[in-house]
């Protein structure tokens, strides 16, 4: 299995900027299309964005198109969500998620490889 580790989360202004990270290890990476989901206190895990395993289809949430974007870098074994315009709602704990799945999709149930999450809090 993957092991999956997220970092660069924190505080920031509405308008401002993060950038997460998503560290894997464990089993070829490169296998794996990646996910992005949030939890906010109280609420469901929600979908934030997705990317295929060699990094050429992605596939976003309608609440961060345009704001956010994921990459990922195969040779280090990494997964990025550059976020941007950032708005209080968009607070939340932010996951990362891998699932051997070829085939995109926002449902949460279909990725078994989780980390355990980071904190993303955007002040009015």
């Known amino acids: 299995q993957v092991q999956l580790v997220e970092s660069g989360g924190g505080l920031v202004q509405a308008g401002g900027s993060l950038r997460l990270s998503c560290a894997a290890s464990?089993?070829?990476?490169?296998?794996?299309?990646m996910g992005w989901f949030r939890q906010a206190p109280g609420k469901e895990r929600d979908f934030v964005a997705a990317?295929?395993?060699?990094?050429?289809?992605?596939y976003y949430a309608e609440s961060v198109k345009g704001r956010f974007t994921i990459s990922r870098d195969n040779a280090e074994n990494t997964v990025s969500l550059q976020m941007n315009s950032l708005k209080p709602e968009d607070t939340a704990v932010y996951y990362c998620?891998?699932?051997?799945?070829?085939?995109?999709?926002?449902?949460?149930?279909?990725?078994?490889?989780w980390g355990q999450g980071t904190q993303v809090t955007v002040s009015s």
């Open positions: 990317i295929s395993i060699g990094g050429s289809t992605t």
């Open positions: 464990g089993r070829t990476f490169s296998n794996y299309a």
């Open positions: 998620s891998a699932t051997r799945n070829k085939v995109l999709t926002p449902t949460p149930r279909m990725y078994p490889y």
